[in-house]
């Protein structure tokens, strides 16, 4: 009997039947183990008799009060034969502190990466899933306080249950105590069948109740409802977490005290869909929008080999034949449905491992004059290109975007000077009518890169609101 994560009272019930043409007889029950918030409830008392093909219903009551773990076993002794139940489970216990502020998030994957000596990389995924790290400060005061102080002093290092504050939405319609059926939307959540959700009104009137069963207008629970509560109720997945193994506090001269808590999840699954993204050469083209402060971060980087003898000169040579480029994507989402969306664009990277296309959301080439009709060639300002870049990666792919928003990615294939000019030949023709200069938003290279640390911080100010960064580095196909 698998009992999962114990967060509230349950009940079980069980059957034992007597198989044989005779009767037999239960001699006694014996309990071992960790059976602390355990209650086996008998029919009668043993010594009990079976009649040929009877059975007894058992109930088992299991407490979230009691030791972190549960590992129990329930022997029946019968006549001719013992019948073990083992018993197992974890007790949660339940984070409810809700956040003061935004709240921060990771998502950390892990990628063997092994490099030949020209910079080429072959990617190997270790995680199946990336882990999950949560930070963020609660205030408390009072009564509040003593109780996250008890958490603090007795539960930290144990398995806690923790809501994830930035899914949250309201229920369509009040429900009432002893209802198991919850109208609320579960589109773009974190919601699963057999996982754990909330349902909250305020700090004292809240439950945490298993999920059997849902479908986009509702969430079926595995038991009813204790509590009824308004349509100013919010709904809310629950994951199992560990906390990190300190927690800071800073308490004012008025006792109210501001504690930055942060934990691990340890049941994250592969949420890995980028259906519906933009594709360009069989991978994703990550062409929707940049977000950025006053500055953009960009860094370049090669691997260097010195040969220094400290007495005489010092020689210095690189088997990449280019800097690998570094640069920064962000997103700022105000949606749950585009938090939804890039969340799972993300999990489809899988950290380090795949590569993806990213413009460089800028203006890089700066066109001379009208690309003419079914024509496959740009002319553009003097940029060196033919000289340095040479049709090299990461610059062997550009993309041309209209003011009305068409776009146009196409490969550089070939290069030459013309006087104060460049000709660009690249492997198709740009469009079927003439695309005038006043027209074109910008030519900017279209780079193929891929998640640089395993990595991606969102920072979340209120439910399906963020901001999303990836720190991204140019790689060879």
């Known amino acids: 009997m698998d009992l999962g994560n114990i967060i509230s009272t349950q009940q079980i019930n069980f059957t034992v039947f007597n198989s044989y043409f005779v009767p037999r007889t239960l001699n006694d029950i014996t309990e071992s183990g960790i059976t602390g ?14 009649q040929p093909f009877e059975q007894y219903v058992y109930q088992l009551t299991v407490s979230p009060d009691g030791p ?87 539960w930290l290092p144990r398995v806690f249950g923790l809501p994830i504050w930035w899914e949250m939405r309201r229920i369509t319609s009040a429900v009432t105590a002893g209802t198991s059926v ?25 439950e945490v109740i298993g999920i059997a069963d849902m479908d986009s207008t509702s969430i079926t629970l595995d038991t009813d409802l204790t509590n009824s509560y308004t349509r100013k109720a919010v709904v809310m997945p629950v994951r199992t977490v560990y906390a990190a193994p300190s927690a800071n506090r800073s308490v004012t001269i008025t006792n109210v005290a501001r504690t930055t ?29 940049n977000f950025s402060d006053e500055n953009y971060t960009e860094g370049f980087q090669t691997r260097i080999f010195a040969l220094d003898t400290i007495s005489g000169r010092v020689l210095q040579i690189s088997g990449w034949d280019q800097s690998k480029i570094l640069l920064r994507k962000r997103w700022e989402v105000t949606t749950a449905a585009d938090l939804w969306r890039i969340r799972k664009l993300l999990h489809s990277f899988h950290g380090n491992r795949v590569s993806f296309w990213l413009p460089s959301f800028r203006n890089d080439l700066q066109a001379t004059q009208n690309i003419a009709a079914s024509t496959a060639t740009i002319r553009i300002e003097h940029c ?23 776009s146009y990615v196409r490969r550089i294939i070939d290069s030459n000077v013309d006087g104060d000019t460049e000709v660009l030949t690249v492997n198709a023709p740009v469009s079927v009518s003439t695309i005038f200069l006043e027209d074109i938003e910008r030519i900017e290279f279209v780079q193929l890169v891929r998640i640089n640390n395993d990595r991606a911080k969102l920072t979340h100010v209120r439910a399906g609101t963020a901001t999303i960064e990836i720190t991204v580095t140019a790689v060879k196909e």
């Open 182 to 206: 919850i109208p609320v939307s579960t589109l773009y959540g974190d919601f699963r069948e057999g996982g754990l959700m909330m349902i909250y009104q305020d700090k004292d009137t809240y």
């Open 261 to 289: 808590v942060a934990f691990t999840t340890i049941d994250n699954e592969d949420l890995s869909d980028s259906s519906g993204a933009n594709t360009y050469l069989s991978k994703v083209l990550l062409d929707d929008a």
């Open 384 to 406: 060196n290109y033919t000289q340095i870049y040479r049709g090299r990666v990461p610059y062997t792919d550009i993309r041309i975007l209209l003011t009305n928003g068409t």
């Open 68 to 154: 972190p773990s549960v590992e129990a076993t329930y022997l029946f002794d019968f006549d001719v034969v013992d019948l073990q139940l083992d018993v197992t489970g974890t007790r949660l216990v339940l984070f409810y502190f809700e956040p003061d502020g935004g709240m921060q998030e990771s998502l950390e994957w892990a990628t063997d990466i092994l490099e030949s000596y020209d910079g080429s990389e072959q990617r190997i995924e270790l995680r199946s899933a990336p882990r999950q790290r949560i930070e963020f400060d609660v205030l408390t005061e009072g009564v509040d306080d003593t109780k996250l102080r008890a958490l603090l002093f007795d």
């Open 37 to 50: 918030g355990l209650i086996l409830t008998e029919p009668a008392p043993t010594p009990l008799v079976f």
